[in-house]
């Protein structure tokens, strides 16, 4: 079946409606407008306002409420429209979701799942660009899906519903439109590990979201010049789960990440760390690391281009390192 | 259809004259031919990102500002191209900016939704929703501190009501007494919830109240309400040195955004409003007072095309910023 | 002093029988022995961290939490030993929490601030202002939801009622009609500020009324009173499923925190509301019934100190959590 | 002169309100409490409530006021009472106090002065032991200091007043009641540059905040060892000015970095990672990491000092690093 990655995140959402009597979508526009990126669109019809329940502008007050009703007993997947907005709660979500089953000597879960639009790349300046999710990981108690394919964006919040603990699900703007064959379920598929989306030798690339398409891109093109790159999707941002990066590193001695987060402190610092220190002694060259430019994203295409990572620059940066 | 309440009847003073109507009508139509070139200007892609056009609730912005000073301030939406415009910012500069070219007001780094003019004390162009009322009242409380004679108007829409940041910013303004003018603009909708959806109490007059800030609730599909609405509000200001609310009952006659399919309400709804639409009913009573005729209409509409296409042909032929000064603008003064 | 308006005549009804009275005695003297010995174990260095003592202000969690079941929630700040004891929470697992103990009821995880318990429904123990009142209107909902006869009170303080967090929870409980009983403890400060100065608006169910909340305020210095306000108020509740705000207007007697070198009060204006004790008004007219005399007094307070000092014992003599497990609890369940 | 680190605090307050008519110090309980750190007890009385201005609790409406007040001409001071509290009013921090300068185009500036006690150590349990300071580092527009010694407590308000970009100076409440000499103030001084504590050739250890009292007192242990650890304090944490860092372990060729906040993520990945990059080839042992273990800091004093770096880890790890 081809499918969208939005269709793909409806097809999630259905059937956590359909299987679970206790789950129910909320947030802003989910129901009457239809999902202000119009993943929710008919959900509304289909399951009827006591499971689809819009909600005043109010970003604390309704992930609170989430939480709150996740400690009474339900499953709630909480909408915040963007991650942008997602500011405005972010008190309730580190210092109420994250940490309130170990303030409780673990008597109390938060069983909630925050789903939110993120990413930059559609000119919408710098208020409705920002990329968090990387950010978010340094958050203990926290899960944080950046789902990425297709087949990820059908199942994760599958995963996020077996989680007992709060779960972000980010999803990249930049995907909803992409396409692809939605594969049969394998049993051994699991969320909690990253992804090898295509093999190489020479080079390991990681990155998450709507960058790993970038990074295909161009380990695809290069692949015809015989440069081979491995390249790894996160897709869990915390817990990190690095195995197979390492495993990666050990056969291809670089490493070279690519982030949607301004450089400075982005999730890919901590992965350029571990690595190094695991494989201090067998790099064959240093780390690099492609990332958001240190500026608030700006509104005009060119500036917006120049801003964000692009196939270009993992290029030239992957030709570097095969220099 | 919601019915608007009479709950107010505002009184038209003779002190109307005629260019003060005939420029509130020609205001009127300076935003609504502006927003009609951007969806224009959106489908052909020279316009990028979000764009909420303002069309069919032109009386307010037009109604409010008439009586607004250079000096005051203004802050508004992503929905403001006509407060900016009618706050001083040249056409031009409103669409080079969402053009996204050098000569734009915030030199491309904004957008549609972040209009900003220093000179026209314009702050805004904000997109989180409700993050302008607290800048409000800081602005309201420097002007107060420096002893300068300002109002700071402050748009926001119904939506943003229910946000936190409103209730801390009310509370703030009253209890520090500041001269802020809260233009409540109430389309009746937050992108697709209605308000009684939104709001358990939707006379947005009693919650201001609450604050103890007196509050006024005005026909804002009438420009003349809108005028006396404000004058009435500022009166009270001046008199009692305090914050005012001011709500704006309106209707928006396009869809929230340009990505809207506008599912949730009825055709037969929008249909309704739009034969209140403001412009045609202040044409009609301009007409009926003899201020206006069929040969100054089409010189009014004249006046704004050529301000307009002009604003076009100076975005399209204006130059983007150089891709040397992305880094410009992160940090004030140093260049840190 | 601020004076308590008289401004809703609770009706006392007969029902008010002897054990139900002696009850709630003994309950506000439980908390006030409490919170006397947790002063002291702090200063002895055995409790730390911020300790926020209830003194004077007990006939509000005694008078409300006579009237809450075992199968109802209850969520409350910093300050709330008192609440927890008396939704059931030993007095053991409460010091022994303080005490940084294993046995404590959270593990030695929350401290003072951070009270919780899953068996009694008390879901905190909440340190940031304003921020269990959402949580409210979620348990709210769910028990809504799933059908179950539940009450959520959700106490905090006059402070909390400037947050953009308390504006956005009374909307969404009127909104959504849930069952949740907002019990602000106005005790006139926030710390070091006063009512006065936080709020523009200092009747507060006026300000509940602008949610269209059903609001009550009541002496909480009078635990009868407070017991009756709160049966109102449950009564309304069950009669039109939906939130109910009920004020209580009492006074801390101790300085906010054991940090707090309590600057911005007067002396006198402490010592008038001293004159209003909860306990020392109870104990009066319990005497004057003939409910109450020296021997029962002494057997009273006999009982609570066995209770505290079993209390104190168990704490001391239990364990500190295993170093190893310091990682427990980061996440539930597979111990990822 | 001998002075605590809070009354140099104070002593910056009070000049700043003495010589800038356009100051004022806002939030809560600043004024009739005196601070909910004894920080500005007595400037009420001193300056009057017009400078010295308690607010409601509205961490949003106060911070977003503040840079309405720093829009309309004037230069405040705010304070949150501490950085756990700084997430209610995380959106107008980051997206309107860092944006603004940027979406006008340069037009408008944001001189805003957020002032707040971070840090754990006090048994304050999870929401009130955050130390965000690092992570926030992450949002260009931003400038963060983070004073520790009692030279930087006193002037780094100068250098904020000097801005026209919001600073957050963060206050780490373990600091408050140390005593220390103040020094004349030099010519050369300034707080746009870290600050070699303690100089040594060893190992080059890196923190800020509170946690370079606790690598000083390690090196002084370690000196009588003959063991010679070099002390950096970052002071600023944005823009981060790594040139003392670098020169450093151009010497040293270790890198051992200390930081409170959780390891994954926190801005010593970031530190580690330029070093990594740039000293690829002369870099003696892998870089190591003491960050805040992750957990919410719990409240019971032998898990909080399990939580937290503490000395005895800092000498284990230079001792490791030394084998
Ligand atoms: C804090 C925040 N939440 C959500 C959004 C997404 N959003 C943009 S406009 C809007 C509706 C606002 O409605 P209203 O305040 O009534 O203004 P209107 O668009 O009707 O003029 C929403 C939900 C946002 N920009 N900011
Ligand atoms: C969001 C937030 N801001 C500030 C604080 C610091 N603080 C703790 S208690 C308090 C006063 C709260 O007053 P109130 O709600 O009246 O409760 P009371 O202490 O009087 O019971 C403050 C400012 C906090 N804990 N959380
Ligand atoms: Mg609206
Ligand atoms: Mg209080």
Redesign the pocket.
């Known amino acids: 079946m081809r499918i969208s990655y939005r269709e793909a995140l409806k097809l999630g959402l259905r059937e956590a409606l359909t299987k679970n009597p206790n789950t129910f979508l909320i947030g ?2 989910v129901g009457a407008y239809g999902g ?1 990126y119009a993943v929710s669109k008919g959900l509304l019809k289909e399951f009827g306002p006591h499971r689809v329940r819009d909600t005043p ?1 109010s ?1 604390a007050g309704f992930v609170g409420a989430g939480i709150g009703a996740a400690l009474g007993g339900l499953h709630p997947i909480v909408e915040i ?2 991650i ?2 997602s500011l ?1 709660a972010l008190d309730q979500i580190i210092n109420s979701a994250a940490f309130m089953h170990h303030m409780s000597g673990g008597q109390l879960a938060v069983p909630l799942i925050l789903r939110m639009t993120t990413g930059a790349g559609r000119q919408l300046g710098a208020q ?1 660009s920002n990329s968090f999710e990387g950010w978010f990981a340094h958050i203990p108690g926290l899960i944080i899906f950046a789902p990425s394919s297709i087949e990820d964006a059908r199942y994760s919040l599958e995963f996020a519903l077996r989680e007992q603990n709060p779960v972000l699900m980010v999803e990249h703007a930049q995907l909803l439109n992409d396409e692809d064959e939605l594969p049969e379920k394998n049993t051994s598929y699991s969320l909690f590990s990253s992804n090898i989306r295509k093999t190489g030798d020479q080079i390991t690339v990681v990155s998450f979201g709507a960058n790993v398409k970038k990074c295909l891109a161009v380990a695809d093109k290069l692949e015809k010049q015989n440069l081979s790159l491995e390249v790894i999707d996160l897709r869990i941002l915390r817990p990190l789960q690095l195995e197979l990066v390492f495993e990666s590193v050990k056969k291809t001695h670089r490493l070279l990440l690519v982030d949607e987060g301004w450089l400075t402190g982005n999730l890919s610092a901590e992965i350029g760390i571990r690595v190094a220190e695991k494989f201090f002694d067998s790099l064959k060259c240093p780390i690099l690391r492609i990332g958001k430019k240190e500026v608030p994203v700006p509104y005009s295409k060119h500036l917006e281009d120049l801003t964000l990572p692009q196939e270009e620059g993992i290029e030239l940066a992957a030709r570097e390192m095969l220099k | 259809m919601k019915k608007l309440k009479p709950e107010i009847t505002v009184h038209f003073p003779n002190s109307f004259d005629e260019p003060f109507e005939l420029g509130l009508f020609k205001n009127m139509l300076r935003i609504r031919r502006l927003e009609e070139l951007c969806a224009e200007l959106y489908t052909q892609e020279k316009i990028r990102g979000f764009l ?1 056009l303002y069309i069919g609730e032109e009386a307010v912005a037009t109604g409010v500002l008439s009586q607004a000073r250079a000096k005051d301030n203004v802050i508004a ?3 403001e191209h006509g407060h900016a415009l009618l706050k001083g910012l040249s056409a031009r500069s409103i669409l080079a900016e969402m053009f996204g070219k050098r000569t734009g007001c915030c030199r491309g780094r904004g957008g549609s939704m972040h209009l900003f003019s220093k000179e026209h004390r314009f702050f805004g162009g904000q ?5 302008g009322l607290p800048h409000a009242v800081g602005l309201a409380l420097a002007s107060e501190w420096l002893g300068e004679d300002r109002i700071t108007f402050c748009f ?5 009501v229910a ?1 936190g940041q409103f209730h801390e910013s009310l509370n703030l303004a009253a209890l520090w007494k500041l001269p802020v003018l809260f233009c409540c ?1 109430n ?1 009746f ?3 697709g919830t209605a308000i009684e959806r939104a709001q358990s109490q939707t006379n947005l007059v009693e919650k201001a109240k609450s604050y103890k800030i007196q509050g006024l609730s005005v026909d804002g599909m009438d420009v003349d309400a809108v005028v006396n609405g404000t004058r009435q509000a500022l009166f009270w200001m001046q008199e009692n040195k305090g914050p005012f609310f001011l709500e704006l009952k309106t209707y ?1 006659f396009r869809a ?1 955004s340009m990505f809207d399919p506008d599912l949730y309400r009825s055709k037969e709804e929008v249909l309704q409003w739009k034969q209140r639409c403001p412009i045609e009913q202040k044409k009609k009573t301009l007409r009926q007072k003899g201020l206006l005729n069929n040969e100054k209409l089409l010189a009014i509409e004249k006046g704004i095309q050529d301000e307009l296409s002009d604003a076009k042909t100076f975005a399209e032929a204006s130059p983007f910023e150089s891709p040397e000064d992305l880094y410009q603008f992160v940090y004030a003064g140093d260049g840190l």
Not at chain 2, 127 to 131: D, M, Q
Not at chain 2, 156 to 160: I, L, S
């Open positions: 802003e526009d202000s502008l970003e429209m963007t942008n907005f405005l409705h | 909420h939406t992503y929905r997109a989180i929703v409700g993050a926001f829409g119904d939506g943003a946000e603009e389309n909708y937050g992108m928006r929230h």
